[in-house]
């Protein structure tokens, strides 16, 4: 069954290699808005195949496009401060045959990109270096990677034709998330549990396979407390790691942090990886360990058919309303 919905992610633009977020009302005399649909019209002239580095690239040239992911903006519509706009992403290869529901009717796709549509909404801020950006998600799926690394790359090639290389613009997005919900989640999640893993190598050396797997309740005593500080302190170290360009918690530190609840003896047994399971509203289980965040924040919308724009919109406006003052951002979504 294949769930359908949305995440948040902040969004910042840099110019160039520089580290200093720019004002998205002016880059450089120019409101990164206009840039930014100048650029997804860029996009919807053909299809970008590959990762959008030069290695890539010349992969894409020397080996043909079979395996290699591809992205296609569609529609693009300006809604007062939002941009809204359709994706097709997938990838070459992935489907040997489209078939009919008939015999003769089939079409081969191996040379074709299996793709879905996912819809995007640009959210700008009148002032200030903070903008929202919303990526629909199809069960795992979600390409809000490929979408901007494609519009800082097509930022950087306009620039550097000819002989000088001119301006160019860098789209940096951060999952968007509330510290306060991720606790609240891991409290009334109904599957309270935490897991433990230690990896070990194969006998030829040629891969890590699961070793030992440990999962333990946190309906004990103090632990669901005590999960609740840890996570949180992944969290507030991620945000920090985002600032000052530092490593944050590795997962094998979470897991001896998780493992430390469950007592010394578990401590010794070289755990590699570790993360709190829970299950949200919906039923849908997640895993929250130190370097995997965003998947606690995909918000269901439904399964097996996509939800109606409307209501996708709608969706995404209230829940970014409400997590906006967490990353002090303040937005005027249109009602509708």
């Not at 206009?34 to 195949?49: F, H, N, Q, Y």
């Not at 000088?164 to 789209?171: D, F, P, Q, S």
Request: hydrophobic content about 40%.
């Amino acid at each position: 069954m294949t769930s359908y919905g949305y995440r948040l992610f902040s969004f910042q633009v840099f110019r160039g290699s520089k580290r200093t977020p720019l004002n998205l009302a002016d880059c450089k005399g120019d409101p990164y808005q206009e840039i930014a649909e100048s650029l997804l019209k860029v996009l919807s002239v053909g299809t970008s195949v590959g990762d959008p580095t030069d290695d890539s690239q010349a992969l894409v040239v020397e080996e043909g496009t079979f395996g290699k992911p591809a992205l296609r903006v569609e529609e693009i519509r300006i809604v007062d401060n939002t941009i809204r706009a359709t994706v097709w992403a997938g990838k070459f290869g992935s489907h040997e045959k489209a078939i009919g529901d008939t015999a003769g009717t089939d079409t081969d796709i191996k040379d074709k990109a299996a793709s879905n549509l996912f819809r995007v909404v640009f959210a700008f801020p009148e002032e200030g270096d903070t903008g929202i950006l919303a990526v629909e998600t199809i069960g795992r799926s979600c390409p809000v990677s490929q979408l901007t690394r494609w519009m800082t790359k097509k930022s950087r090639d306009e620039a550097t034709q000819g002989t000088n290389e001119g301006t160019w613009w860098r789209i940096s997005v951060n999952p968007l998330a509330d510290e306060e919900r991720l606790a609240e989640m891991i409290r009334e999640g109904q599957a309270q549990t935490l897991v433990l893993v230690r990896h070990a190598t194969t006998a030829g050396r040629t891969r890590a396979v699961k070793d030992v797997e440990i999962t333990a309740s946190l309906a004990i005593s103090s632990r669901m407390e005590q999960a609740v500080r840890i996570v949180q302190g992944w969290y507030r170290r991620s945000k920090q790691a985002e600032e000052t360009q530092e490593p944050g918690v590795t997962n094998a530190q979470g897991a001896r942090q998780l493992a430390a609840l469950v007592g010394p003896q578990i401590m010794d047994m070289e755990l590699d990886d570790g993360w709190v399971q829970i299950e949200d509203p919906d039923g849908q289980v997640k895993r929250v360990r130190p370097t995997q965040m965003a998947d606690v924040f995909t918000y269901r919308l439904s399964e097996d058919q996509p939800p109606v724009t409307p209501r996708f919109y709608a969706a995404v406006r209230e829940t970014a309303v409400a997590l906006q003052p967490a990353v002090r951002v303040g937005i005027d979504w249109p009602v509708s």
